[in-house]
């Protein structure tokens, strides 16, 4: 909690430890990626677009599915900033994992119509 009023405060001054609170999304302990993923949407308030862009900076660096999953719930939940990545996002539609599959497609859907045609080619 205090982390987060951090963020919060310091607005864009924190911006500089976003990758690595990013990074924290991804990591395999439960808690840990809440409280990143908090941070994340905590960021986004008054750093969005340097936000998403962490975000998606991050998805390739995946070692599996369930790290590209995780990340992607984060883009779900960052709704409308992470249209610009949409390209990224339907690229992900070929995943093997079915799972990875549904998680791109929920965050295509929060990203809304500002994922434009244009922007997935």
Known sequence: AVAMQLCGTLGPVALEGVELLVQGARHGDRDVRRSASRGVLTMSRHSGAATAEAVAAQLPKCSGSMERRWL?????????????????LADLLEDPEASVRASVIRALVAAGPKVAASSLK
């Open 72 to 88: 992607l719930l984060v883009f779900a939940d960052l709704k409308e900033l992470a249209a610009p990545h949409g390209k990224v």
